[in-house]
């Protein structure tokens, strides 16, 4: 464990000490801010070294991305940056405060979005 209390983890997100077990979000050590949007793509990367494991494949490496942030403030407001570049409010709204990105977890899941 970290000072903090964090996981280590290694740059293929195992926690240091073990080959076979991974972490993911906010209880890792990784030096990035703690977002949703993060942990999804750590489980990404440690479903596909779960799999590499199993099958004696090389394992791939996490990056920190740039900080992309959509903050909804309303159903017709919000605030956001994209690689530390600052948007357009009435861009954050058309993109996130009519539906909060639904439509993202519905295909994710392989789903139809009720109407």
């Not at 903090?4 to 209880?27: E, R, T, Y």
Request: hydrophobic residues 40%.
């Amino acid at each position: 464990m970290a000072d903090d209390g964090a996981l280590k983890v290694n740059d293929h997100l195992q926690v240091h000490g073990f080959s076979n077990v991974f972490a993911v979000g906010d209880c890792t050590n990784l030096q990035e801010p703690k977002l949703a949007y993060h942990a999804g793509l750590h489980a990404s990367v440690a479903v596909t070294n779960i799999i590499n494991s199993l099958s004696g494949k090389q394992l791939t490496s996490y990056h920190t991305g740039n900080v992309t942030m959509l903050l909804a403030m309303g159903r017709d407001d919000g605030v956001g940056q994209f690689n530390g570049f600052r948007l357009p409010r009435w861009l954050v709204a058309l993109g996130k405060s009519r539906d909060l990105l639904l439509w993202k977890s519905w295909r994710e899941m392989q789903q139809k979005q009720p109407c």
